[in-house]
């Protein structure tokens, strides 16, 4: 390193030859250059007094200076290239001012692959300070990741392939009963929370239920002028709801709407069955909990007696009153069942038994995404820090 510029160095030639600054009894001046060092002694008689201080101090200072000024630029360019090379910032949102702490929900693919908006919770259920996306980019910064099994069946290279963030929740989604939902066993230990119609979900989430009314008061029913309907779009021999079909229409009229029957009144579920004194809610398969639309939809909210075929009766009585549906198993044959539904059509006050529900309770049928997808933003900020995982998937949904 130079420690004495040009400019410098004939500085201190001139202060060297000017002797008289500092040592004006001086005999001579010797000026001595070693390298890029300049040096200045002065002699009084034969003894040497010493060099000339500025020169090295000076130069000291200098290079103090230079070696700053370069560390600085250094860590300047060292600073510039790891902003470079940041990742790109996680989006996240922005949480209101003294409102509930944000909550990510990432929907990790649209359910049977029908693409459909995401939901205002704040708007449809008052949940605030949630933002339900599709957008893989949240990933990392999502509290709960929703997988819908029917789109993944098992496929584990369907699920997220990035480390799992700590803390966020991988939720199992479902709504098919167990004879319809399989390759379970590849999932054991994957996920951490269950979301399904099935008692003891993580989530729990029926088709339907029945919600106390503010304000006990009857309701009128609609005119009613034909006995019973179904309504089925898809028909397989093989299930049991059609084997039943068959042997109970021997001894009553059924009215059948579908794919591959009679058209609904314009379209309407709720319009065409509620023309009707009974529907035939029948499951296309029998599980325990498996309660569907049929019931809460087709049969309570067109204002008709269910007749069901699921799970037990004991089973219904969870999630409703014994006193609002006929089950198949009350009778030791369709003929008898045949029979008592018409009794009940001959006997308007026996018939109106079965809605004494109506004086308390109202139907609730869960809407397909928008409840589920807002129900899960609603737990994760309970559970936020919860830990758990979910070891024997096939073993609880298949009980």
Partial sequence: MVLCENDFVRLIRKSCETKSEWFPTADYMEIVEIGNEILCSYNIGKRLIGTCKQCRVL???????QFFVAAIVCIFFILVLCFKNLPPPVPH???????????TVLLWWYPFGSQCKMPDCAALYGVQGCRVTTNRSFYAGAEAVIIHHRDILGNVSRLPQNPRPPAQKWIWMNFESPSHTSNLE?????FNWTMSYKLGSDIFMPYGSLQRKKTSKPEKLPQKNKLLAWVISNWNEDHARIAFYWRLSRYINIDVYGRDAMSLVNDSVVQTVSRYKFYLAFENSQHPDYITEKLWHNALGSSAVPVVLGPSRWNYEKFLPGSAFIHVDDFSSPRMLAKYLKFLDRNPSAYRRYFSWKRTYQVHVTSFWNEHLCAVCTAARAARYQTKVVSDLAGWFNS
Avoid: D
């Fill in 59 to 65: 130069v000291m200072r200098t290079s103090y200076a």
């Fill in 93 to 103: 949102m922005r949480l209101q001012t003294g409102g509930p702490p944000g909550v």
């Fill in 186 to 190: 590849e999932l054991e230990g994957i």
